[in-house]
């Protein structure tokens, strides 16, 4: 028998670059993650919006998660939308995009559907009506531009108030982590917390222990935050950068002329279908006819065709995949096959562990950098620190963790859960908060 749904109850959402969650309270009083799709507790997240089967004046059906993925994967007609988080904070959110059929939508409310979708999945698994929420949010959902970061904020906040949240108030998912990572401290120590996700590196220090961990107000016990907007699908866009687009023109040169070096194509396109939200603005009819005119300036023409092939395909999304699954493959056994089969028959790429450090090199220096800066920040030495926690799909790349905790040398590696440890955490702090409102 279902219980008739109680009012103003509460849950904690985990709103990810890769890979979403949330939590609400359980039966036993402690708070749950709840099974958002085929047994998971976590759902990537992503939107696709099928066309497919769909009258003229319908709206597109909306698939979520791994429904979207497989959607996308099998060629439905519709439109693949990943890394909705990254529009935050940019001229993007307010602007609206075509999703097929002549249907357009607005950035900002393709989050709010998302949001909509998992508290539609909490409310029927806790038979709450859920009017407050916590969030979480990256230290920098914007590097460097303190007002572009409360705009991306603001915007998120108000894509939970119009899907029926009353109550919006923020946590930093690295704060998060070291809750969730407290559970388990048996006595009073240093922590930094590494946060690498999908779209952000995030670091906190902060003070844990067992007499610590019933405060509502933490202030006190964090003793520095920091991050770049670095992470895992900035790692997608380097592997596809280096071991894809190549045999599609990317760094190639243009055609052989005496006396005259080669130029090297342009490398707009490339960047574009290298980045999740870009990847559609290739596919307008101006942008494929402009292409299409530029055959003259590749020295080699396969690498056009292949390009043209990607465009007219729309393969975009279906090459950073191939890129994001290597990254994983090279993560769990150090090397790969890449299949291009799609772009030209035989066609394939290798990466190992080598190439991939080499394509990431930069990008691994800033995410340690800013472990390094974080410890100045706090004026803290490396070696005060005894716990290194680590949560986030990117900490799953061992060289990347190999490199953090060089930084913090006496410090334990603990890894804790990577994709669920900042919605625990959430969790903690959303069942602390509201406690003590009720007080």
Known sequence: MSRSPQTSAFCAIDFGTSNSAIAVPGADGRMALVDVEDGQVTMPTAVFYQVEGRAAHEPPLRLY??????????GHEGRLMRSMKSVLGSSLADQQTEVGGGHAVRYLDIVGGYLQHLKTLAERASAAALERVVLGRPVHFVDDDPRRDAQAQDALAAAARAVGFTDVSFQ??????????????????????????GGTSDFSLVRVGPERRQRLDRRADILANHGVHVAGTDFDRQVELATILPACGYRGLGPARPGVEPREVPSRVYFDLATWHLVNTVYTAPRVH???????FYGDPRQHARLMTVVEEHLGHALLGQAEAAKIAVAEGGATR????????????ALDEREAVAALEADLERIVQAARDTLRAAGVGPEAVEVLYLTGGSTGFTPLVQRIAAAVPRARAIQGDRHASVAQGLGVHAQRLHAASRG
């Not at 890449?338 to 066609?347: C, F, K, P, T, V």
């Open 172 to 197: 930093y998912e690295p704060i998060a982590a070291a809750l969730d990572y407290e559970l388990q401290a048996d006595h009073e120590q240093l922590v930094l917390v590494a946060d690498i996700g």
């Open 338 to 349: 890449i299949d291009l089969g799609r772009l030209e028959r035989g066609l394939a790429s």
């Open 65 to 74: 998660g791994r429904a979207a993925l497989a959607a996308y994967i099998e």
């Open 290 to 296: 402009e292409l299409r005119r530029m055959k003259s």
